[in-house]
């Protein structure tokens, strides 16, 4: 059974394909590099970011909440902080 209100509940807000939190960031990007610099490379770089993240959203339309939950995560392991371990080796006796 198929519950279509369920689905559609889940399902993440899109701005022409893409989830609306990378599409404005896209735009907000590009909006400031337009004004400072080249209209020509504020728009060659609101189409590779909105190409990617299309290409993202159509694979997982969750990926980039997916990504910010991992983002907010502490790491668990660390290799670089790890404390070395010491065996200590005690023998029975009396």
């Not at 369920?6 to 337009?34: H, Q």
């Not at 590779?48 to 392991?77: E, H, M, S």
């Amino acid at each position: 059974m198929i519950r279509l209100g369920a689905r559609a509940l889940n399902k993440p807000l899109l701005i022409v394909g893409l989830d609306r939190k990378p599409a404005g960031l896209a735009f907000l990007l590009c909006v400031i590099i337009g004004a400072n610099g080249s209209k020509t490379a504020a728009a060659a770089l609101f189409f590779i970011l909105y190409t990617v993240g299309r290409r993202l959203t159509r694979r997982d339309p969750n990926i980039f909440q997916v990504l910010n939950q991992v983002r907010k995560q502490r790491a668990l392991y660390d290799p670089i902080k790890r404390e070395w371990f010491r065996l200590f080796i005690v023998r029975g006796g009396g």
